[in-house]
């Protein structure tokens, strides 16, 4: 793991079925094996942060649970422009001993702030733009002491980072199961590239079988 200057490095983990999907047109994401949840607790344990957006949270309202003993609180952020969170949100109800991160931008609620700040979150101002903006909250994240940032999406999120080329590591958790569907989503979503030599570029490090799932792991190519 190589840190880069200011930035933490960024690990996008994800599992998805055979055909590129990380959950139905209904959005049921339960995909997963036994054995690569385990996969995923012990990550969990192992990063200083863990990231998803705003969609995954009111979509699944994931409490992000943790298996494994840490040796310092785990940072859980949500990245959520206008402060849409709710104040009951499991992530905010389970007391797990995590630090809540809620990353908004300047055109957030005032009193939505304030309100996710009373049900015990902290509140990092990233940007003033419509979104928030990604470097800003990983130097915040940063100053924080936070070195290492596990990302679990979803797909908006993930593109937003990967567009900025703020990922480091991709590790993807393959399932033997195809599942189709125009409206179901994918591991990336957003606008895309327009061609493909244009892309994202990974290499290949690690292929690793997990139960009946495949996990393949890819660092990023840094060009020039």
Request: charge should be positive; glycine fraction near 8%.
């Amino acid at each position: 793991m190589t840190i880069q200057k200011e930035k933490p490095y960024v690990i996008l983990n994800a599992a998805m079925t055979l055909d590129g999907k990380i959950a139905t047109k209904t959005r049921d994401s339960e995909i997963s094996s036994l054995e690569d949840w385990d996969r995923v607790y012990r990550l969990r344990s192992e990063v200083d942060a863990l990231m998803i957006g705003i969609n995954t949270l009111l979509t699944d309202n994931p409490k992000i649970s943790l298996k494994y003993p840490r040796k310092k609180p785990l940072i859980k952020v949500v990245v959520d422009s206008l402060a849409r969170t709710p104040e009951n949100a499991k992530i905010l109800q389970n007391k797990d001993g995590s630090i809540i991160v809620i990353a908004v931008t300047e055109n957030a609620s005032k009193d939505k702030v304030e309100k996710l700040r009373k049900a015990g979150a902290e509140i990092i101002f990233a940007g003033s733009g419509k979104k928030v903006d990604l470097k800003h909250l990983l130097r915040s994240l940063w100053n924080m002491g936070v070195r290492s940032v596990m990302v679990e999406g979803g797909g908006t999120l993930n593109w937003s980072l990967i567009s900025e080329g703020l990922v480091d590591e991709v590790r993807v958790s393959i399932a033997p199961i195809i599942v189709g569907g125009k409206d179901s989503l994918t591991l990336v979503e957003g606008e895309g590239y327009d061609k493909v030599k244009d892309g994202f570029k990974l290499k290949l490090t690690n292929i690793e079988v997990v139960g009946g799932d495949v996990v393949l792991t890819y660092k990023r190519i840094v060009e020039g």
